[in-house]
């Protein structure tokens, strides 16, 4: 009995055990995402931040955040913004598997009220796709109108609200996912109201 393999098929079983990883590494949006936090860990400034955003709460605070996040390098400033009055900043080369730039939390005093990620726009379908698996369909896309809803995708979350573009952005300084907590959202209800 001959065992012995054909030189030919062993040539282009070499080849395709070489050539299929890195094919699979450039041509696949999958493989390329994973190179890129690869990259990214390397050459990065930023850490990583593994967080299920649509489970943050408006009765965090930013002592328990950074208890929860320790290796998280948060700089934070006093001074009026849209939903409180102060903000802590991070860069972030990874947020759940999904290469980004940078996390912001908004606080009113200690309270965190609204947070936004900053992903980087190569990534905007993933991140989609990723939040309707673990939150379920955006909700202009649940509505069964025939024409096109305008707006950001908006998931609701157990406290509030998350927001996104509908496709992505032109650049990557405008791909942003927001979490927006109840309190925020009421208080800018409230602040609409008194605006008429």
Known sequence: MNLRLHPLYKKLLMLAIVI????????TDDGQRRTDRAMLYVFGDGGELNLAIENLSSGMTEPEFRELFPELKLSCDDGLNPFGDRLCTAEVDDFSGIPA???????????????????????HETLARELTRRVGSPVPQSLSTPEPVEGPLSW?????????PPEAPESDRDAA?????????QRRRESGAAGR
Do not use: C, H
């Not at 299929?20 to 041509?27: D, E, H, R, T, Y």
């Not at 996912?177 to 959202?185: C, N, P, R, T």
């Open 177 to 185: 996912l927001m979490w927006l907590s109840e309190v925020a959202l």
């Open 20 to 27: 299929g990883p890195i094919f699979w590494l450039v041509f």
């Open 101 to 123: 730039r940078a996390f912001t939390l908004f606080l009113s005093g200690e309270a965190l009220r609204a947070a936004k990620l900053n992903y980087r726009r190569a990534y």
């Open 156 to 164: 609701v979350v157990d406290d509030g609200l998350l927001l996104m």
